[in-house]
């Protein structure tokens, strides 16, 4: 008589790749093996790990970009990251001629 298959909250799954938990650290959540879930995942998105989970952490990214640009209306420090990171913003002009 083979196992039972192992329980898998899909909604669960799916946040914590949100999150960006590895796979290692998803299969610790639901107690079983990296092949478990790479199994699970065929079965139930007939995708690998990988594929699904490149698709999933979207979501966290734009939830965490949502939360730092809000976060810039009230830090400088923040505001200032992100004109570096997306706008190309420096500290020093390159041209000190002026």
């Given at each position: 008589?083979?196992?039972?298959?192992?329980?898998?909250?899909?909604?669960?799954?799916?946040?914590?790749?949100?999150?960006?938990?590895?796979?290692?650290?998803?299969?610790?959540?639901f107690e079983c093996s990296v092949d478990t879930i790479e199994?699970?995942?065929?079965?139930?998105?007939?995708?690998?790990?990988?594929?699904?989970?490149?698709?999933?952490?979207?979501?966290?990214?734009?939830?965490?970009?949502?939360?730092?640009?809000?976060?810039?209306?009230?830090?400088?420090?923040?505001?200032?990251?992100?004109?570096?990171?997306?706008?190309?913003?420096?500290?020093?002009?390159?041209?000190?001629?002026?």
């Amino acid at each position: 008589m083979a196992r039972p298959r192992k329980e898998i909250d899909k909604n669960i799954f799916e946040n914590l790749c949100e999150i960006q938990c590895t796979l290692e650290e998803i299969a610790g959540v639901f107690e079983c093996s990296v092949d478990t879930i790479e199994r699970w995942c065929k079965r139930t998105y007939k995708e690998n790990f990988a594929d699904i989970y490149n698709k999933k952490k979207m979501a966290g990214k734009t939830s965490l970009r949502r939360t730092q640009l809000k976060l810039a209306e009230k830090s400088a420090a923040m505001a200032i990251f992100l004109g570096k990171q997306y706008l190309d913003q420096k500290d020093k002009p390159e041209d000190e001629s002026w």
